[in-house]
């Protein structure tokens, strides 16, 4: 991991952690729109790659449950430090609790399987940043990571961390290399608008933390927010379940099978009392 340095005076420790973390993650997108070597050549090319991040961000379910020690449905300072030495996450107490105050959005000292789905991709683009491989997270996970970032940097095109409205305009207006205006896509509108919402300080930027909370929005339906079990878990109950019904199907075959040798005996030793007892002529 690289070394962060960032120091903050006079500010409480949530607008400290604000500030890091833009910081943080402007100076990370820099660094890869500089080593990027193949661009998406539209926005419609990058909707086509969106499914991806469906199935990515659908696998950090299992992750947020497995992190989610006492199973409250939220994930505090320590089971998220905890977490990141499960995941191999080389990265300092001091950053993880920045990170953690950062994307706590209403303040209430844990974070739901929104918000953990920005601290598992800033988490990872941190530990990251020299190169380092992770090799304790679904490949689908890193894929939807990935996806988040390069089309946040298409937007970005000062590359210079963050998104202004005149660089999402243009992205929205303009279409492919050849200056075709974008057209049939449906969710245009929305995605403008929901740019509009999420400029929280009204300073005409957006920062990669709101860009992945609108990713979300695209991507996600609003009831998978809710932490629910993920299909893979899904799935692995299920196997569970058919498991157990084929022992209980195999043990009515054995008492069955071990009734009916039981009755062939009964019937065996019947017929020879009646032949013992038959009277001789």
Excluded at 66 to 81: H, K, Y
Excluded at 123 to 138: A, H
Excluded at 206 to 211: A, G, P, Q, R, Y
Aim: charged share 30%; net charge negative.
């Amino acid at each position: 991991m690289g070394n962060v340095a960032t120091t903050f005076f006079g500010q409480d420790k949530k607008q400290e952690a604000n500030d890091f973390l833009d910081v943080k993650l402007a100076e990370l997108l820099k660094k890869r729109a500089s080593r990027q070597q193949v661009k998406a050549s539209s926005f419609n090319k990058l909707l086509l790659r969106f499914g991806h991040l469906n199935r990515g961000f659908d696998k950090c379910k299992k992750v947020f449950h497995s992190l989610d020690n006492d199973g409250n449905e939220a994930i505090d300072l320590q089971e998220l430090a905890e977490g990141c030495h499960k995941l191999g996450f080389d990265i300092s107490t001091e950053v993880i609790d920045k990170v953690f105050h950062a994307t706590d959005l209403d303040g209430n000292k844990s974070i739901d399987f929104r918000e953990f789905i920005v601290v598992l991709a800033v988490l990872y683009m941190i530990s990251t940043e020299d190169g380092d491989k992770i090799t304790n997270l679904d490949p689908d996970i890193i894929k939807s990571f990935n996806i988040a970032q390069e089309t946040f940097c298409f937007f970005d095109a000062s590359g210079d961390g963050f998104m202004d409205r005149k660089e999402v305009t243009s992205v929205l207006l303009e279409g492919d290399k050849g200056g075709k205006q974008l057209e049939g896509v449906a969710m245009k509108g929305t995605i403008a608008r929901r740019f509009e919402e999420l400029d929280w300080d009204n300073n005409g930027q957006i920062s990669f933390k709101e860009f992945l909370y609108a990713v979300q929005g695209w991507v996600l339906d609003e009831d998978e927010y809710e932490s629910s079990p993920s299909d893979e878990e899904k799935e692995e109950a299920m196997a569970a379940k058919s498991a157990a019904a084929d022992r209980l199907r195999a043990s009515d075959a054995s008492n069955i099978r071990a009734d009916a040798s039981n009755r062939q005996f009964v019937t065996k030793s019947s017929m020879k009392k009646q032949q013992a007892f038959k009277p001789s002529t």
